[in-house]
């Protein structure tokens, strides 16, 4: 059972645009900053947005994050099938003293 | 440029010690604000965080696995080490080194290892 709670799958075609929730509490994503990682299939995950909505270098402008209270999303705007993978939120606890991460969500492009 | 590379055994039995070394390139433990993970993941599910070390040696752990890890680091050789008591079948998974940059209030992974897959079985 992850501390943070994403929706274990999400799905959009070419062109759509798709969001990921996190939902947390007040010692992780209420107090601390909330970054997203993609982990394509067999591979290592990536950082795909920092300090709740950051884009490394590299990273395309149609992913955004957001946060609001205890909840934080991903939105991919004009989804290609390249984006199918699977993604997660992370957050520091100040409770647990450590870093949490959320479930995984799999995004599937029909 | 940043590299990172796990390297340990493939195969452990249950009640065994695992000892994970990471070896990295491009940066330095001992540098100012510089920080670093071991992540898992277990076959088909979620990543979890183990552990941290910072520049100063400051340490933190799982509070669920505490118990069971410990975390070095060898900055003239440019490694962080894992070790983990007692493993379980259940500890089956690929472990990531992860190199973490913290600016200010905000820290994220921004390296990853290419990770290394351990079962645990008889």
């Known amino acids: 059972q992850s501390v943070l709670t994403q929706p274990p799958s999400v799905s959009g075609t070419p062109g759509q645009r798709v969001t990921i929730s996190c939902s947390g509490s007040?010692?992780?994503?209420?107090?601390?900053?909330v970054d997203w990682y993609q982990q394509l299939p067999g591979t290592a995950p990536k950082l795909l947005i920092y300090g709740n909505n950051q884009r490394p270098s590299g990273v395309p402008g149609r992913f955004s994050g957001s946060k609001s209270g205890t909840s934080a999303s991903l939105a991919i705007s004009g989804l290609q099938s390249e984006d199918e993978a699977d993604y997660y939120c992370a957050a520091w606890d100040d409770r647990l003293i450590g870093w949490v991460f959320g479930g995984g969500t799999k995004l599937t492009v029909l | 440029q940043v590299t990172l590379k796990e390297s340990g055994p493939a195969l452990v039995k249950p009640t065994q010690t695992l000892t994970l070394t990471c070896t990295f390139s491009g940066f330095s433990l001992s540098t100012r604000e510089m920080r670093a993970s071991w992540i898992r993941q277990p076959p088909g599910k979620a990543l979890e965080w183990l552990a941290r070390?910072?520049?100063?040696?400051?340490?933190f752990y799982s509070a669920s696995l505490k118990t069971r890890l410990t975390i070095s680091k060898d900055t003239s050789k440019n490694q962080m080490v894992l070790t983990v008591t007692n493993v379980d079948p259940v500890d089956t998974a690929t472990y990531f080194c992860?190199?973490?940059?913290?600016?200010?209030?905000?820290?994220?992974?921004?390296?990853w290892g290419q990770g290394i897959l351990v079962t645990v079985s008889s």
């Open positions: 992860v190199r973490q940059t913290c600016r200010g209030n905000t820290c994220y992974f921004d390296y």
């Open positions: 007040s010692s992780n994503i209420g107090s601390n900053i």
């Open positions: 070390i910072d520049w100063d040696d400051e340490k």
